[in-house]
């Protein structure tokens, strides 16, 4: 029997100031690790999490999950994600020209994942049926949403003095 699940409309990436700030001053959504391999040597620097595994096949993630700011913390808080996405959300809509992207699982799956490794994220990201992916960098354009918090606002204004 064929899938009848209609793709979303949007899909949206949340993101915390830091992220923000280079989102807007690069004008794109960059790519960044898969999770593909498991992490061989994780470590800390320059205020990332970074490992030998991140250049492989790097992706930019999405949801297709529009959530407050409580539910956005508690989503990474609940996938591991060791800083809140609380700052903004950028909103994409799935028919804007040139973008690509897939169920996250499928892609995982096609790309060869581990399974226990699979089993292991989809275990520790109660959302992951949600997650999506691009396998190309996103240029924030006219069709793109930016929904900022507070603090974000107040980033943005003491920057353009």
Request: proline share 6%; hydrophobic share 35%.
């Amino acid at each position: 029997m064929k899938n009848d699940i209609k793709p979303p409309k949007f899909l949206y990436h949340y993101t915390n100031l830091a992220h923000l700030q280079e989102i807007i001053k690069d004008k794109k959504l960059k790519l960044s690790p898969s999770n593909l391999l498991k992490p061989v040597k994780p470590h800390f620097e320059n205020g990332s999490f970074v490992d030998e595994t991140d250049s492989y096949k790097p992706v930019v993630w999405f949801t297709s999950e529009l959530l407050s700011g409580n539910q956005s913390y508690k989503m990474a808080k609940n996938n591991g994600l060791t800083f809140e996405k609380t700052q903004g959300v950028i909103i994409v809509p799935t028919s804007m020209l040139g973008f690509t992207y897939a169920k996250w699982d499928e892609w995982a799956i096609a790309n060869g994942i581990d399974r226990k490794w699979f089993q292991n994220l989809k275990d520790t990201a109660p959302g992951w049926k949600n997650f999506y992916i691009s396998e190309k960098e996103v240029p924030i354009t006219d069709e793109v949403q930016l929904h900022l918090s507070e603090a974000a606002m107040e980033m943005l204004q003491k920057n353009m003095k």
